[in-house]
Nanobody, 123 residues
Framework: QVRLVESGGGSAQVGGSLRLSCAASEYNANYTCMGWFRQTPGKERERVAIIYSNIRITYYTDSVKGRFTISRDNAQNTIYLQMNNLKPDDTAMYYC????????????????WGQGTQVTVSS
């Protein structure tokens, strides 16, 4: 079973930037899609961004379009989430996610999760 390990979370000021990384224990291309979900207390885990492993297609939730960029390095079995112009609403636990046979839309569709990394944005 693949192991996903996130890093790069932390604190930032409004308008600042953070870069999240997710290292997978096996080849990214074994999974149709990898991406990032986030969750705040009392809310459902929501999809933020996903990237297909073998074709250049990405998806972003509306609230992060133009600010976040997801990318992958298959040689390093790693995906990244560059987060710019951060807002307080971006404060959440961010989870790396992998879908083996399809791209996950909902949290229930995810086959594997990382342990999560906290992002806190303050003014």
């Amino acid at each position: 079973q693949v192991r996903l390990v996130e890093s790069g979370g932390g604190s930032a000021q409004v308008g600042g930037s953070l870069r999240l990384s997710c290292a997978a224990s096996e080849y990214n291309a074994n999974y149709t899609c990898m991406g990032w979900f986030r969750q705040t207390p009392g809310k459902e885990r929501e999809r933020v961004a996903i990237i297909y492993s073998n074709i250049r297609i990405t998806y972003y939730t509306d609230s992060v379009k133009g600010r976040f960029t997801i990318s992958r390095d298959n040689a390093q079995n790693t995906i990244y989430l560059q987060m710019n112009n951060l807002k307080p609403d971006d404060t959440a636990m961010y989870y790396c996610a992998a879908g083996r046979w399809s791209c996950p839309v909902l949290a229930a569709d995810v086959d594997h999760w990382g342990q999560g990394t906290q992002v806190t944005v303050s003014s």
